[in-house]
Antibody
């Protein structure tokens, strides 16, 4: 069974930083592309960014609103992905979900975690 | 950027059929995926590649896509189907794009 567990959310002031983690189990993590998706309060789903598997280059892509402020990394030895969020803005307040990206179905966000809440407020 | 438009809400009586549309420019040329999102829970993929179902998803969930509209159909609606539903595609200029979301209410 695939399980994704996010952690690291909390309250942070505008301009601050936060690092989220996503621990994966039940997947061959080394070969798996991973993504982050967020949902602001009362809003819809928004894709944040992805990291490819190392065999596919380990490169990252980001949505325009977070490009240059967020980075994604992975530690395959720990089956864990990270989202480093810098220069946080109030509009970054959201539940952040980690997802597999094409694990069993190409180009689909097929498995999701339960999410972790990030609140950016003074 | 590529935009997907859904109706904000759809209401349906138990046992009836709910249809949720997703409008986008030439969406029929893209692979459309649908997710179910219940409060406090992780989203669940219910239809992928326009009309395929992941294992474990009831046959009551089906999808179609043509021209500028994709449709998720929920047949024989049950109380447990009450949720928000999002369509999603990949676009070369916008990467993953989600629709605006539709709240399905079971009367």
């Amino acid at each position: 069974e695939v399980q994704l567990v996010e952690s690291g959310g909390g309250l942070v002031k505008p301009g601050g930083s936060l690092r989220l983690s996503c621990a994966a189990s039940g997947v061959t993590f080394t070969n798996t592309w991973m993504s982050w998706v967020r949902q602001a309060p009362g809003k819809g789903l928004e894709w944040v960014g992805r990291i490819r598997s190392k065999i596919d280059g380990g490169t990252t892509d980001f949505a325009a609103p977070v490009k240059g402020r967020f980075t994604i990394s992975r530690d395959d030895s720990k089956n864990t992905m990270y989202l480093q969020m810098n220069s946080l803005k109030t509009e970054d307040t959201a539940v952040y979900y980690c997802t597999t990206d094409g694990y069993s179905i190409a180009a689909v966000l097929d498995y999701w975690g339960r999410g972790t809440l990030v609140t950016v407020a003074s | 950027s590529y935009v997907l438009t859904q109706p904000p809400s759809v209401s349906v009586a138990p046992g009836q059929t709910a249809k949720i549309t997703c409008g986008g420019n030439n969406i029929g040329s893209k692979n459309v995926h649908w997710y179910q999102k219940k409060p406090g829970q992780a989203p669940v993929l219910v239809v992928y590649d326009d009309s395929d179902r992941p294992s474990g998803i009831p046959e009551r969930f089906s999808g179609s896509s043509s021209g500028n509209t994709a449709t998720l159909t929920i047949s024989r609606v049950e109380a447990g189907d009450e949720a928000d539903y999002y369509c999603q595609v990949w676009d070369s200029s916008s990467d993953y794009v989600f629709g605006t979301g539709t709240k399905v209410t079971v009367l």
